[in-house]
Structures are given as C-alpha cells and as structure tokens.
C-alpha cells in the first residue's frame, strides 16, 4: 500500500462506504477528461466524476479566475456586496431563464441548495408538506436527504414530518397491468396518481412539488413532456410550488443550459451546483421567481450560511458560465450527444444483458437485466448480495472506463468537451463489457 493511500484510510471517512474494505485509487493528474493513479495508469472519467465536471479537468480559465479571486479577496461574509457576487448572480439568474425580477441564494453544495429551497417553499406558502418522487436523490443532509426517495434516504429516518412520495414516470418498470400506447398514456397515468396524492394529502398544507428534471443516478429517468407540464398545471390549480432539482441535469448536462428547458415548462425555483463551478471550488444555490423574491422585500428570509456566495466559489462561476458560452458548448456537444445516443441505441438490440438505454444530450444510463421478456433488474432493487454490479464496474474500470453504478443501472456521462474519437474509444469498452456481462446471465 502506497504511502498516500495509508494515511488517507487511517484518517479518512469515505461517502457511502464501509471503511474496511476500502481500497481508493490514489490520483496524481488530470487533465482534460482523463486522469492518472500513482502507478500511471490512464482512466477516462466517463462519469465526469460526480456528473459535475463537465469541462474536465485543468479549464485554465476556471482556474486563473479562483487564484485571481484568492489574491484579491478570497473570503467576505455574506452580508457584502462585492463584484464577483453581483456578477455570478447576474449571470445564474440570466442564464436560468427565469424572467427578469428572479433572484439566486448561493449555497455550497446541492444538497444545501435544497435544503435551502424547502424553508424558502414553506416560509413562502406557509404550509409544510414538500412531495418528492421515488427514485429520486437531492441530497443526503436532513432535509434533502428526506427528499430523496431511494435506499440512502433511510440513514436520515425517521427525520422531519412532512416529506411524501409520490411515483414519478417510469414506463419501462410500471405495474404490470398498465398498458401504455404512447408517452401521453404514460403521463395522464402518473399524473392521476399524483392528483390523487395531492388530494389525500390536503393540497392546502402541501408547499411543493419537487422533481429531478432528468432523474440523475437512478438512471437517468427522462418523463414525456406532458408530464412536466402536467405538473405545472396541478400546481397553478393548487396553489402549490414546483421545485426543479437541477444540481446534476444543469449546466448542459441535457444540451441545454438547464434541463427543464428541453419541456417547455417554467418550475417556481430551481435548485442547482455540481456544473456551476465544474467542481473545481464548491458552490450551488436556488433561482426563485420573481413573486417569490419580492415576498422576502419586507419578510425575513429565514437562510444563511457563513459560506453563502463564497468569492471563489462566485469568480469561478462567471468563469464556468463565460466558458461554457466561448467553447460553444451547447451546440458542439450535439455530434457527440447523437454518437453517444446511437451506440446505446444498437447496446439493446446487440446485448441479451442491456433491457433499456436512456439519454439525453451526454447524460445517459444503461439499465441491465437478467431477462428481457421479464425485464428482471440484474440485481434486486436496494440489493446485490453477490456484489455484481461492482464486478462489472471494475471491468470497466480494468480497461480505464470511469463511472459508477446505482441499483441494476450504470451511467455513461462523460465531460461534455469529449470528442467523437475519444467517445468511440470509450464506448468500445463498455460494448466489450456488456459481450462479459451476456456470458453472465
């Protein structure tokens, strides 16, 4: 064991893990969508580490405006104005498509952005019931960690009162009797049982409705667009506001700059991080419209954080959005996003393992089965007792593929500066992969 690595397990505590079995990789460079181990072995960071660094590593600009920030100013309270803070707010707000009026509260993280956002939601309706969706993640802290409604949420049991679910769309797995001719009978059913929700659950003490604009690590669940607009309109019927979770479908994870914009809706607040800074310093925040600002002119908004609209954090936000806009990347990634659509595409009619794919821009997920007529998960849901996802991960990762898995899923959502060429080099593993994972079933 490399020095580096010993010291990291004796004072170190991983996410998600338990500790004795813990064997990191120790990382020594990256640059681009790549990055290096001590032993100098390549990895192409086809997760784009947390679905977060969607510029790759070493953006010179990121980086010259975080030193530039830190030789300036590098810390204020929040309770100054300064111009790094007036610029990034500027910029988020503009580019969320929010109209003019709308205003950010900068956190540093998505988990506190949600956190942040369900007290602005029940300080702004006076009411206190926030319905999310199962199969969702939004964060593992108290609040968002309730939101969340897949198997981490049970480490913040029994937590607050107020946090129901409700079933979002997921055709591919809805029960057995459902029948669904087209995306329209796909959204009018979920939608019933949402309003149905709404009106057992009293829509007088319901605050909002949060979503996943795309649902991110539970495998990229992408709803027909009724459905969003759907939404939109039970909430205008009872007064209840909608919350769109953007922190890991932001930033043009989806080819545009937020991903509810891909189905002509516009939610009350979004939430977002992750792609605002690259992850290269930490940031997030909510976007509230314009009637939710303007409440908070003469009441107390009950937030704050010593680290809210961090300068670094601010500087290297102008910096991500300016380069996102000078590398053109909306329209660059539209050739890669097309390849990475038409190679899953032909995983499901080649691969016995593969029962679904699902992509949106370079945000994609490839859902394994044992059986495609039963559409039996690989692994149960909340389970995998014989550890197989991890084997096949470490497959890929054995050829330099980086990513992870959640549940019978892994996702393929690479640095949105990949290249065709790099992009079918990669993918070429994932196939290689997937002839392993046929032989396994």
Not at 418 to 439: G, N, P, S
Request: with cysteine; hydrophobic share 40%.
């Amino acid at each position: 064991m490399s020095a580096i690595k010993d010291k990291d397990l004796k004072y170190n505590l991983h996410s998600w893990s338990a500790q004795g079995a813990l064997n990191p990789i120790v990382v020594t460079k990256a640059e681009g969508i790549y990055f290096w181990d001590e032993e100098g072995k390549k990895y192409a960071d086809m997760s784009s580490q947390l679905v977060n660094s969607n510029l790759g590593h070493g953006n010179k600009a990121i980086v010259d405006a975080i030193v530039e920030q830190a030789q300036k100013i590098p810390f204020m309270g929040p309770a100054f104005a300064m111009d790094c803070r007036a610029d990034a707010a500027e910029a988020v707000v503009k580019i969320s498509g929010f109209p003019e009026g709308s205003k950010v509260f900068f956190t540093n993280a998505g988990a506190e952005a949600n956190e942040n956002a369900i007290k602005i939601a029940r300080q702004y309706t006076g009411k206190w019931k926030i319905f999310s969706q199962y199969r969702c993640y939004h964060g593992s802290s108290a609040g968002a960690g309730m939101l969340t409604g897949e198997p981490r949420h049970f480490f913040n049991e029994p937590g607050g009162p107020g946090f129901v679910k409700y079933d979002g769309p997921y055709a591919y797995r809805a029960p057995k009797a459902c029948k669904f001719e087209n995306d329209d009978d796909v959204a009018d059913f979920y939608l019933e049982l949402l309003e149905n929700q709404i009106l057992y659950e009293g829509p007088e003490q319901i605050a909002a409705i949060w979503l996943e604009s795309v649902v991110g690590s539970n495998g990229v669940l992408i709803a027909p667009k009724k459905w969003y607009q759907g939404v939109r309109a039970l909430c205008d019927k009872y007064e209840i506001l909608m919350v769109a979770d953007e922190v890991m479908a932001g930033w043009f994870r989806t080819g545009k700059a937020f991903a509810y914009m891909n189905f002509e809706y516009q939610p009350d607040m979004i939430t977002f991080a992750k792609g605002v800074t690259c992850g290269y310093v930490p940031l997030g925040g909510a976007v509230v419209s314009p009637k939710i600002a303007k409440h908070f002119d003469n009441t107390v908004m009950g937030c704050g954080l010593t680290y809210s609209a961090h300068p670094m954090g601010c500087a290297a936000a102008v910096a991500t959005i300016k380069e996102y806009q000078d590398l053109d990347i909306e329209n660059k990634m539209k050739a890669t996003s097309k390849l990475l659509a038409d190679t899953l595409d032909s995983y499901v009619e080649k691969h016995a393992c593969v029962g679904q794919v699902r992509h949106i821009g370079l945000f994609s997920a490839i859902e394994l089965v044992k059986d495609k007529e039963t559409r039996e998960p690989l692994v149960p849901f909340g389970k995998d007792p014989e550890g197989i996802m991890p084997k096949i991960i470490g497959m890929l990762k054995a050829d330099g593929f980086w990513t992870y898995s959640h549940e019978n899923m892994f996702v393929v959502t690479p640095p949105l500066i990949i290249t065709e060429e790099q992009l079918v080099e990669e993918m070429a593993k994932v196939d290689k992969v997937l002839d392993a994972v046929d032989a396994m079933i």
